[in-house]
């Protein structure tokens, strides 16, 4: 019976402490995770609920696997032959716990993001610190892989000094040079330098291509624009830095739109400013700051009238500029039908041009 107790002891011992640790880990992970839920369920308690939604996943394996590596390094301190058991524990509790690390950052973008007011007219700033969150966070969960991968290495003698060499500085460097002739480490520095000068922001609008659009992703080494059609158009991140483009929101989301009509030299200038000034007064649309109507060219027999208004976004620029188009053509059409584009032939000056013959015969 002794016999079979030391074999059980000594062969077993080490699974016995495994499930062990493996049940109370689970234990601890079910008490934990059901705190999170409880608390998360109050509405002002956003950053519990990004929690819950986004770590207790990871929670169910990192536990168990703190209490079983905890566990087996101390048995195999008197017990070398299994140490191979704490290695195994060791390398998958480094993985978990750059999970872990991960999912935090992800919990931390969620938390910023959510203190950001999207919903107000002018939601340029919300925009500029949504772009930052963004692309900090993916620039940190890949030094958290990186680091992770580099103590993973660490833990092994064989493959140590690649470990050694990442975590150097020296090791980071010549990494850095190592890629800098890639065009995709070039993508990324481009990433970089936008996130922080900003040329462009997650939502602007801009004219890439010939085309009207809206920067809808801001990735490491690309760029998705959604045009109004809701085709994307894809662009390398450098495009951005390279190539001239324009952004209609950059530093401010109102805009100023324009409307031009070619009308003939009858046209009544004040009663067109007028007609205009009540349009604008009956529509939301015009944010209220300026407008304008004036004669800004003349074409032979035309003249050009442009009005001006401001809005408080592009959306509502495209939106005011058609109906004013829409609403001026009507009034001009009811009211001033010969101000309308015509070609005007006076009779003197064609009985000027008459040959002597045809006098006559009139």
Avoid at 87 to 107: E, G, N, Y
Wanted: aromatic share 10%.
């Amino acid at each position: 019976m002794n016999e079979f107790l030391n074999v059980l002891d000594y062969r077993n011992l080490p699974w016995l402490i495994v499930l062990v640790a493996t049940v109370i880990g689970l234990i601890c992970s079910a008490i934990v995770i059901n705190l999170i839920k409880i608390t998360a369920s109050r509405k002002e308690w956003r950053a519990v609920r990004a929690i819950k939604d986004n770590l207790t996943s990871v929670l169910y394996f990192f536990i168990p696997l703190v209490l079983i590596t905890a566990s087996l390094k101390t048995y195999s301190f008197g017990n070398k032959e299994y140490y191979w058991t704490f290695t195994i524990s060791k390398v998958m509790l480094i993985a978990v716990t750059t999970w872990l690390m991960t999912r935090i950052v992800i919990i931390v973008e969620k938390v910023l993001i959510d203190q950001l007011d999207f919903t107000s007219p002018d939601n340029n700033q919300a925009r500029r610190l949504f772009t930052k969150i963004k692309f900090v966070k993916r620039i940190v969960i890949i030094l958290i892989i990186i680091i992770g991968v580099s103590i993973l290495l660490l833990s092994f003698e064989s493959v140590r000094q690649y470990g050694v060499g990442i975590l150097t500085s020296a090791g980071i460097f010549s990494v850095i040079i190592g890629f800098a002739a890639q065009k995709s480490l070039a993508n990324l520095m481009a990433g970089i330098q936008i996130a922080f000068t900003q040329p462009i922001k997650i939502d602007d609008v801009v004219i890439v291509e010939g085309e009207w659009g809206r920067i809808e992703e801001i990735n490491l080494t690309y760029v998705v624009v959604n045009i109004w059609d809701l085709r994307r158009i894809v662009l390398p991140i450098t495009y951005f830095i390279e190539t001239p483009f324009q952004n209609w929101t950059r530093n401010d989301s109102a805009l100023v739109g324009t409307a031009f009509f070619h009308l003939n030299y009858l046209t009544p200038v004040p009663k067109l400013r007028e007609k205009l000034k009540e349009i604008l007064d009956e529509t939301p649309l015009w944010d209220g700051r300026s407008w304008a109507l004036q004669v800004t060219d003349t074409q032979g027999q035309l003249m050009v009238v442009r009005a001006i208004m401001s809005a408080r976004n592009s959306s509502q620029t495209f939106d005011l500029r058609c109906l004013v188009r829409e609403k001026m053509i009507e009034f001009i059409s009811q009211e001033y039908p010969e101000a309308l584009p015509s070609h005007r032939i006076e009779e003197a000056h064609k009985q000027e041009n008459m040959l002597p013959e045809t006098k006559l015969n009139r």
